[in-house]
Protein backbone atom coordinates (compact mmCIF):
# COMPACT_ATOMS: atom_id res chain seq x y z
CA UNK A 1 0.00 0.00 0.00
CA UNK A 2 3.03 2.27 0.80
CA UNK A 3 4.41 1.38 -2.27
CA UNK A 4 0.95 2.42 -4.30
CA UNK A 5 1.17 5.50 -3.12
CA UNK A 6 4.47 6.49 -3.48
CA UNK A 7 3.87 6.00 -7.04
CA UNK A 8 1.27 8.25 -7.16
CA UNK A 9 2.58 10.91 -5.59
CA UNK A 10 5.25 10.76 -7.61
CA UNK A 11 2.51 10.36 -10.27
CA UNK A 12 0.68 13.76 -9.28
CA UNK A 13 4.30 15.72 -8.70
CA UNK A 14 5.34 14.54 -12.20
CA UNK A 15 1.71 16.36 -14.00
CA UNK A 16 2.27 18.98 -11.74
CA UNK A 17 5.19 19.61 -12.92
CA UNK A 18 4.20 20.06 -16.60
CA UNK A 19 1.24 22.03 -15.96
CA UNK A 20 3.45 24.53 -14.38
CA UNK A 21 6.05 24.73 -17.23
CA UNK A 22 4.77 23.68 -20.20
CA UNK A 23 3.81 27.64 -21.50
CA UNK A 24 6.56 29.02 -22.19
CA UNK A 25 7.60 31.07 -25.14
CA UNK A 26 10.61 32.46 -26.35
CA UNK A 27 9.29 35.11 -28.93
CA UNK A 28 6.95 36.50 -26.21
CA UNK A 29 6.72 39.16 -23.72
CA UNK A 30 4.11 40.01 -21.39
CA UNK A 31 4.11 42.23 -18.09
CA UNK A 32 2.88 41.11 -14.40
CA UNK A 33 -0.69 39.54 -15.45
CA UNK A 34 -3.16 40.91 -12.99
CA UNK A 35 -6.27 38.53 -12.52
CA UNK A 36 -8.39 40.85 -14.52
CA UNK A 37 -6.48 42.32 -17.67
CA UNK A 38 -6.65 42.61 -21.00
CA UNK A 39 -4.22 40.62 -23.37
CA UNK A 40 -3.06 42.70 -25.98
CA UNK A 41 -1.01 41.11 -28.19
CA UNK A 42 1.64 42.10 -30.98
CA UNK A 43 3.93 40.85 -33.88
CA UNK A 44 7.58 42.07 -35.28
CA UNK A 45 10.39 41.28 -36.79
CA UNK A 46 12.22 40.17 -33.44
CA UNK A 47 15.03 38.88 -35.78
CA UNK A 48 16.28 39.29 -39.61
CA UNK A 49 16.96 42.90 -40.74
CA UNK A 50 13.72 44.48 -39.45
CA UNK A 51 14.18 43.25 -36.47
CA UNK A 52 15.42 46.71 -35.03
CA UNK A 53 11.88 47.63 -35.85
CA UNK A 54 10.33 44.85 -33.49
CA UNK A 55 12.45 44.72 -30.81
CA UNK A 56 12.11 49.01 -30.67
CA UNK A 57 7.97 48.13 -30.28
CA UNK A 58 8.28 45.13 -28.24
CA UNK A 59 10.76 46.86 -25.32
CA UNK A 60 8.79 49.70 -25.41
CA UNK A 61 5.54 48.21 -25.41
CA UNK A 62 6.53 46.80 -22.47
CA UNK A 63 7.63 49.50 -20.66
CA UNK A 64 4.32 51.05 -21.05
CA UNK A 65 2.19 48.00 -20.08
CA UNK A 66 4.44 48.00 -16.86
CA UNK A 67 3.89 51.91 -16.01
CA UNK A 68 0.12 51.51 -16.98
CA UNK A 69 0.04 48.16 -14.58
CA UNK A 70 2.19 49.84 -12.02
CA UNK A 71 -1.04 52.46 -11.23
CA UNK A 72 -3.22 49.76 -10.21
CA UNK A 73 -6.01 51.03 -12.57
CA UNK A 74 -6.48 49.69 -16.22
CA UNK A 75 -4.29 46.26 -16.13
CA UNK A 76 -2.94 44.50 -19.47
CA UNK A 77 -1.09 40.95 -19.96
CA UNK A 78 1.38 41.79 -23.11
CA UNK A 79 2.72 38.94 -25.52
CA UNK A 80 4.59 39.83 -28.55
CA UNK A 81 5.31 37.16 -31.38
CA UNK A 82 8.05 37.48 -34.00
CA UNK A 83 7.10 37.42 -37.53
CA UNK A 84 10.50 38.15 -39.08
CA UNK A 85 9.16 40.64 -41.49
CA UNK A 86 7.42 38.04 -43.09
CA UNK A 87 3.41 37.93 -43.70
CA UNK A 88 2.82 34.16 -43.63
CA UNK A 89 4.88 33.78 -40.16
CA UNK A 90 2.73 37.03 -39.17
CA UNK A 91 -0.43 35.70 -39.84
CA UNK A 92 0.91 32.10 -37.95
CA UNK A 93 1.98 34.62 -35.22
CA UNK A 94 -1.44 36.07 -35.21
CA UNK A 95 -3.36 32.85 -34.93
CA UNK A 96 -0.90 31.80 -31.91
CA UNK A 97 -1.69 35.36 -30.27
CA UNK A 98 -5.39 34.74 -30.74
CA UNK A 99 -5.44 31.12 -29.12
CA UNK A 100 -3.57 32.91 -26.12
CA UNK A 101 -6.53 34.52 -26.02
CA UNK A 102 -5.83 38.02 -26.84
CA UNK A 103 -8.84 40.75 -27.13
CA UNK A 104 -6.98 43.43 -28.35
CA UNK A 105 -4.03 43.29 -31.37
CA UNK A 106 -0.86 46.35 -31.21
CA UNK A 107 -0.72 45.47 -35.32
CA UNK A 108 2.24 43.69 -36.91
CA UNK A 109 5.22 46.22 -37.02
CA UNK A 110 6.19 46.23 -40.49
CA UNK A 111 3.51 46.88 -43.34
CA UNK A 112 3.70 44.02 -45.60
CA UNK A 113 2.87 41.27 -42.28
CA UNK A 114 0.37 44.10 -41.46
CA UNK A 115 -1.84 43.66 -44.30
CA UNK A 116 -2.09 39.99 -43.98
CA UNK A 117 -2.76 40.62 -40.30
CA UNK A 118 -4.83 43.13 -40.65
CA UNK A 119 -7.14 40.83 -43.04
CA UNK A 120 -7.11 38.28 -40.41
CA UNK A 121 -7.73 40.93 -37.40
CA UNK A 122 -10.63 42.57 -39.52
CA UNK A 123 -12.69 39.24 -40.37
CA UNK A 124 -12.17 38.38 -36.44
CA UNK A 125 -13.09 42.01 -35.19
CA UNK A 126 -10.39 42.32 -33.29
CA UNK A 127 -9.40 46.25 -32.75
CA UNK A 128 -5.72 46.30 -34.75
CA UNK A 129 -4.24 49.43 -33.94
CA UNK A 130 -0.40 49.22 -35.28
CA UNK A 131 2.46 51.80 -34.34
CA UNK A 132 4.44 51.61 -37.42
CA UNK A 133 2.95 49.70 -40.09
CA UNK A 134 2.37 52.87 -42.17
CA UNK A 135 0.73 51.81 -45.95
CA UNK A 136 -2.90 52.77 -46.31
CA UNK A 137 -3.32 49.19 -47.99
CA UNK A 138 -2.74 47.77 -44.10
CA UNK A 139 -6.37 50.06 -43.52
CA UNK A 140 -8.17 49.46 -46.44
CA UNK A 141 -10.57 51.52 -48.52
CA UNK A 142 -8.74 54.59 -47.82
CA UNK A 143 -8.92 57.28 -50.45
CA UNK A 144 -5.62 57.86 -52.53
CA UNK A 145 -4.77 61.66 -51.93
CA UNK A 146 -3.85 62.10 -55.35
CA UNK A 147 -6.27 60.57 -57.33
CA UNK A 148 -9.35 60.12 -54.41
CA UNK A 149 -9.56 56.37 -55.55
CA UNK A 150 -10.46 53.58 -53.07
CA UNK A 151 -8.94 50.65 -53.90
CA UNK A 152 -10.26 47.97 -51.60
CA UNK A 153 -12.98 48.17 -48.92
CA UNK A 154 -12.02 49.76 -45.62
CA UNK A 155 -11.03 47.27 -42.80
CA UNK A 156 -13.46 49.64 -40.42
CA UNK A 157 -11.53 48.12 -36.99
CA UNK A 158 -8.07 49.06 -37.64
CA UNK A 159 -6.04 52.44 -37.16
CA UNK A 160 -2.17 53.71 -37.30
CA UNK A 161 -0.12 55.74 -34.68
CA UNK A 162 1.94 55.96 -37.44
CA UNK A 163 1.84 58.63 -40.48
CA UNK A 164 0.68 56.89 -43.60
CA UNK A 165 2.91 56.38 -46.83
CA UNK A 166 1.35 58.74 -49.16
CA UNK A 167 1.09 61.57 -46.01
CA UNK A 168 4.78 60.94 -45.77
CA UNK A 169 5.74 61.50 -49.37
CA UNK A 170 3.81 64.35 -49.73
CA UNK A 171 5.31 65.87 -46.44
CA UNK A 172 8.82 65.09 -48.04
CA UNK A 173 8.22 66.77 -50.75
CA UNK A 174 6.71 69.61 -48.93
CA UNK A 175 9.66 70.01 -46.66
CA UNK A 176 12.10 69.44 -49.35
CA UNK A 177 10.45 72.75 -51.24
CA UNK A 178 10.11 74.83 -48.06
CA UNK A 179 13.82 74.82 -46.59
CA UNK A 180 15.32 74.68 -50.30
CA UNK A 181 17.48 71.25 -49.85
CA UNK A 182 18.18 70.25 -53.19
CA UNK A 183 18.23 72.08 -56.87
CA UNK A 184 18.71 68.50 -58.67
CA UNK A 185 17.26 65.57 -57.58
CA UNK A 186 17.21 62.13 -57.56
CA UNK A 187 14.76 59.04 -56.24
CA UNK A 188 16.20 55.80 -54.95
CA UNK A 189 13.19 53.51 -54.00
CA UNK A 190 12.33 49.71 -53.66
CA UNK A 191 9.79 48.80 -56.08
CA UNK A 192 8.45 45.34 -54.74
CA UNK A 193 7.61 46.75 -51.84
CA UNK A 194 4.25 48.81 -50.63
CA UNK A 195 6.14 50.89 -47.90
CA UNK A 196 8.35 52.58 -50.46
CA UNK A 197 6.26 52.53 -53.13
CA UNK A 198 3.67 54.18 -51.55
CA UNK A 199 5.80 56.71 -50.31
CA UNK A 200 7.07 57.47 -53.65
CA UNK A 201 4.00 57.17 -55.50
CA UNK A 202 2.82 60.80 -53.68
CA UNK A 203 6.09 62.02 -53.34
CA UNK A 204 6.55 62.48 -56.96
CA UNK A 205 3.11 63.55 -57.70
CA UNK A 206 3.49 66.45 -55.25
CA UNK A 207 6.89 67.10 -56.54
CA UNK A 208 5.60 67.42 -59.96
CA UNK A 209 2.77 69.60 -58.34
CA UNK A 210 5.67 72.16 -56.33
CA UNK A 211 8.53 71.88 -59.43
CA UNK A 212 11.11 69.89 -57.68
CA UNK A 213 13.56 68.94 -60.46
CA UNK A 214 13.81 65.35 -60.33
CA UNK A 215 16.73 64.45 -62.41
CA UNK A 216 16.87 60.65 -61.99
CA UNK A 217 14.48 57.86 -60.60
CA UNK A 218 15.81 54.40 -60.36
CA UNK A 219 14.50 51.55 -58.13
CA UNK A 220 15.62 47.75 -56.63
CA UNK A 221 14.10 44.64 -55.46
CA UNK A 222 14.86 42.59 -52.42
CA UNK A 223 16.44 40.06 -54.47
CA UNK A 224 19.01 43.12 -55.90
CA UNK A 225 19.22 45.22 -52.40
CA UNK A 226 22.99 44.25 -52.24
CA UNK A 227 24.38 46.46 -54.93
CA UNK A 228 23.50 49.93 -55.62
CA UNK A 229 26.11 50.90 -58.08
CA UNK A 230 23.93 51.59 -61.32
CA UNK A 231 21.38 53.79 -59.18
CA UNK A 232 23.82 55.73 -57.33
CA UNK A 233 26.10 56.27 -60.29
CA UNK A 234 22.99 57.52 -62.62
CA UNK A 235 22.07 59.84 -59.74
CA UNK A 236 25.56 61.50 -60.04
CA UNK A 237 25.44 61.66 -63.87
CA UNK A 238 22.64 63.59 -63.31
CA UNK A 239 24.47 66.12 -61.07
CA UNK A 240 21.87 65.13 -58.10
CA UNK A 241 22.57 67.37 -55.03
CA UNK A 242 19.69 65.71 -52.76
CA UNK A 243 18.49 61.67 -53.00
CA UNK A 244 15.35 60.78 -51.38
CA UNK A 245 15.26 57.46 -49.80
CA UNK A 246 12.45 56.33 -49.02
CA UNK A 247 12.96 53.18 -47.93
CA UNK A 248 14.04 50.67 -44.71
CA UNK A 249 17.27 52.14 -42.90
CA UNK A 250 19.13 48.70 -43.79
CA UNK A 251 19.44 49.42 -47.90
CA UNK A 252 19.56 52.97 -47.21
CA UNK A 253 22.80 52.08 -44.73
CA UNK A 254 24.30 50.41 -47.74
CA UNK A 255 23.65 53.26 -50.47
CA UNK A 256 25.62 55.84 -47.97
CA UNK A 257 28.13 53.36 -47.73
CA UNK A 258 28.23 52.54 -51.76
CA UNK A 259 28.04 56.76 -52.22
CA UNK A 260 30.72 57.33 -50.35
CA UNK A 261 33.18 54.88 -52.09
CA UNK A 262 33.03 56.70 -55.78
CA UNK A 263 33.55 59.94 -53.42
CA UNK A 264 29.84 60.66 -54.23
CA UNK A 265 28.58 63.12 -51.14
CA UNK A 266 25.06 64.73 -51.81
CA UNK A 267 22.35 65.23 -49.39
CA UNK A 268 19.71 62.61 -48.16
CA UNK A 269 16.50 63.02 -47.35
CA UNK A 270 14.73 59.60 -45.68
CA UNK A 271 11.11 58.96 -43.94
CA UNK A 272 10.20 57.19 -41.09
CA UNK A 273 11.57 53.81 -42.29
CA UNK A 274 15.73 54.96 -41.80
CA UNK A 275 15.13 55.93 -38.50
CA UNK A 276 17.45 52.60 -36.80
CA UNK A 277 20.66 53.54 -39.50
CA UNK A 278 22.63 54.23 -36.35
CA UNK A 279 22.06 50.87 -35.15
CA UNK A 280 23.07 48.96 -38.08
CA UNK A 281 25.72 46.20 -36.82
CA UNK A 282 29.21 47.20 -38.93
CA UNK A 283 27.44 50.45 -40.62
CA UNK A 284 29.97 53.94 -40.35
CA UNK A 285 27.99 56.00 -38.53
CA UNK A 286 29.75 58.90 -39.71
CA UNK A 287 28.63 58.16 -42.98
CA UNK A 288 25.06 59.75 -42.20
CA UNK A 289 26.34 62.58 -40.56
CA UNK A 290 23.84 65.08 -42.25
CA UNK A 291 21.33 62.86 -43.34
CA UNK A 292 17.51 64.06 -43.00
CA UNK A 293 14.23 62.53 -42.18
CA UNK A 294 10.55 63.14 -41.31
CA UNK A 295 9.75 61.76 -37.97
CA UNK A 296 7.17 62.38 -35.45
CA UNK A 297 9.86 62.09 -32.78
CA UNK A 298 12.77 63.20 -30.93
CA UNK A 299 14.49 61.52 -27.99
CA UNK A 300 16.38 64.65 -27.29
CA UNK A 301 12.82 66.75 -27.00
CA UNK A 302 13.08 68.46 -23.52
CA UNK A 303 9.69 67.71 -22.17
CA UNK A 304 9.03 65.75 -19.60
CA UNK A 305 7.44 63.01 -20.92
CA UNK A 306 9.52 62.11 -23.56
CA UNK A 307 12.72 62.51 -21.58
CA UNK A 308 10.94 59.99 -18.28
CA UNK A 309 10.92 57.65 -21.46
CA UNK A 310 14.12 58.09 -22.59
CA UNK A 311 15.87 57.58 -19.13
CA UNK A 312 13.54 53.98 -18.35
CA UNK A 313 14.05 53.07 -22.26
CA UNK A 314 18.25 53.65 -21.99
CA UNK A 315 18.21 52.22 -18.66
CA UNK A 316 16.65 48.76 -19.37
CA UNK A 317 17.84 48.18 -23.21
CA UNK A 318 20.93 50.18 -23.45
CA UNK A 319 20.12 52.20 -26.17
CA UNK A 320 18.63 55.43 -27.02
CA UNK A 321 14.27 54.57 -28.29
CA UNK A 322 13.85 55.33 -31.73
CA UNK A 323 10.71 56.59 -33.27
CA UNK A 324 8.94 53.60 -33.84
CA UNK A 325 9.24 52.74 -29.95
CA UNK A 326 7.86 56.18 -29.33
CA UNK A 327 4.76 55.58 -31.31
CA UNK A 328 4.55 52.00 -29.90
CA UNK A 329 4.75 53.67 -26.41
CA UNK A 330 2.09 55.91 -27.37
CA UNK A 331 -0.38 52.75 -29.25
CA UNK A 332 -0.72 51.36 -26.10
CA UNK A 333 -1.73 54.39 -23.74
CA UNK A 334 -3.94 55.42 -26.50
CA UNK A 335 -5.78 52.22 -25.91
CA UNK A 336 -5.56 52.44 -22.36
CA UNK A 337 -7.32 55.85 -22.41
CA UNK A 338 -9.57 54.66 -24.91
CA UNK A 339 -10.66 51.48 -22.83
CA UNK A 340 -11.01 53.90 -19.57
CA UNK A 341 -13.02 56.46 -21.50
CA UNK A 342 -15.58 53.36 -22.83
CA UNK A 343 -16.04 51.89 -19.20
CA UNK A 344 -14.64 49.19 -20.61
CA UNK A 345 -13.70 45.87 -18.60
CA UNK A 346 -11.62 42.93 -19.48
CA UNK A 347 -14.71 40.19 -19.14
CA UNK A 348 -15.66 41.79 -22.38
CA UNK A 349 -15.59 39.87 -25.66
CA UNK A 350 -12.69 40.66 -28.38
CA UNK A 351 -15.07 40.84 -30.52
CA UNK A 352 -17.48 43.44 -27.96
CA UNK A 353 -13.72 45.19 -26.82
CA UNK A 354 -13.25 46.28 -30.61
CA UNK A 355 -16.73 47.95 -31.01
CA UNK A 356 -16.13 49.94 -28.17
CA UNK A 357 -12.44 51.05 -29.16
CA UNK A 358 -13.37 51.64 -32.74
CA UNK A 359 -16.09 53.87 -31.16
CA UNK A 360 -13.77 55.70 -28.98
CA UNK A 361 -11.13 56.69 -31.83
CA UNK A 362 -13.88 57.63 -34.48
CA UNK A 363 -15.41 59.65 -31.70
CA UNK A 364 -15.11 63.58 -32.27
CA UNK A 365 -14.76 64.08 -28.44
CA UNK A 366 -11.54 61.15 -28.18
CA UNK A 367 -7.91 62.89 -28.48
CA UNK A 368 -5.04 61.60 -27.59
CA UNK A 369 -1.63 63.64 -26.46
CA UNK A 370 1.79 61.59 -26.42
CA UNK A 371 5.38 61.42 -26.99
CA UNK A 372 4.65 61.73 -30.80
CA UNK A 373 2.09 63.89 -31.10
CA UNK A 374 -0.48 66.32 -28.82
CA UNK A 375 -3.55 66.06 -29.70
CA UNK A 376 -3.89 63.35 -32.03
CA UNK A 377 -6.84 62.49 -33.25
CA UNK A 378 -8.23 59.05 -35.80
CA UNK A 379 -9.76 59.43 -38.55
CA UNK A 380 -12.92 57.24 -40.03
CA UNK A 381 -10.31 56.01 -41.99
CA UNK A 382 -7.84 55.16 -39.28
CA UNK A 383 -5.33 57.44 -40.11
CA UNK A 384 -4.12 59.75 -37.93
CA UNK A 385 -3.22 63.65 -37.43
CA UNK A 386 -0.22 64.96 -36.21
CA UNK A 387 2.88 66.67 -37.05
CA UNK A 388 6.08 65.25 -38.36
CA UNK A 389 9.12 67.15 -37.21
CA UNK A 390 12.15 67.12 -40.01
CA UNK A 391 15.23 65.78 -38.41
CA UNK A 392 18.87 66.00 -39.06
CA UNK A 393 21.54 63.30 -37.55
CA UNK A 394 24.92 65.16 -36.18
CA UNK A 395 27.76 63.85 -34.43
CA UNK A 396 25.64 60.50 -34.22
CA UNK A 397 22.30 62.18 -32.94
CA UNK A 398 18.82 63.23 -33.96
CA UNK A 399 18.70 67.04 -33.99
CA UNK A 400 15.57 68.54 -35.23
CA UNK A 401 16.04 71.34 -38.54
CA UNK A 402 12.50 72.93 -36.98
Known amino acids: MKKFLSIMLALVLALGCLAGCGETASTSTSGDAAAAAFKIGGTGPLTGGAAIYGTAVANAAKIAVDEINAKGGIQFELRFEDDAHDAEKAVNAYNALKGWGM ?5 SVTSTPGVATSAQANADNIFFLTPSGSSTDVLGGVADPLTGTVSVERK ?4 QVCFTDPNQGLASAQYIADKALGEKIAVIYKNDDVYSTGIYNSFKAEADKLGLNIVSTTTFTTD ?6 AQIGKAKD ?9 MYYDAASLILNQANAIGYAPKFFGVDGMDGILAVEGFDTSLAEGVMLLTPFAADAEDEATKSFVAKYEAAYGETPNQFAADAYDAVYAIAAALEKAGATPDMSASDLCDALVAQFTSAEFSFDGLTGAGMKWS ?3 EVSKDPKGMMIQGGKYVSMD
Open 103 to 107: QIFLG
Open 156 to 159: SNVF
Open 238 to 246: AGADLIFLP
Open 224 to 229: SQNDFS
Open 380 to 382: ATG
